[in-house]
């Protein structure tokens, strides 16, 4: 079955860095669309980021300017590199595949940033 297995989350202080990783197996990791998600206590999930399978990125207003997202597909892997970090970004980041025939999710890796 497909498994994307989400690295990389930690605690880190106000305007520190940090870089989350997700592994895909299992799909034919150049055909999807790879997308970052993220859930804060007590709120819903939301859009952070996607790298389309065509080479285009889209970002959501909040982490634009701070939050990179690359993807290596020899490597079936994608990264989401956040730098300025603020406590706002405290909360479980998801990474999601889109494929022709479905989505598939990571378990998340939890963020806090906090002093």
């Known amino acids: 079955q497909v498994q994307l297995v989400e690295s990389g989350g930690g605690l880190v202080q106000p305007g520190g860095s940090l870089r989350l990783s997700c592994v895909a197996s299992?799909?034919?990791?150049?055909?999807?669309?790879m997308g970052w998600y993220r859930q804060a206590p007590g709120k819903q999930r939301e859009f952070v980021a996607t790298?389309?399978?065509?080479?285009?990125?889209n970002y959501a207003d909040s982490v634009k300017g701070r939050f990179t997202m690359s993807r290596d597909n020899a490597k079936n892997t994608v990264y989401l590199q956040m730098n300025s970090l603020k406590p706002e970004d405290t909360a479980v980041y998801y990474c999601?595949?889109?494929?022709?025939?479905?989505?598939?999710w990571g378990q998340g890796t939890q963020v806090t940033v906090s002093s």
């Open positions: 999601k595949a889109q494929g022709p025939i479905g989505a598939y």
């Open positions: 299992r799909i034919i990791f150049s055909s999807h669309t």
């Open positions: 790298f389309t399978n065509r080479g285009s990125t």
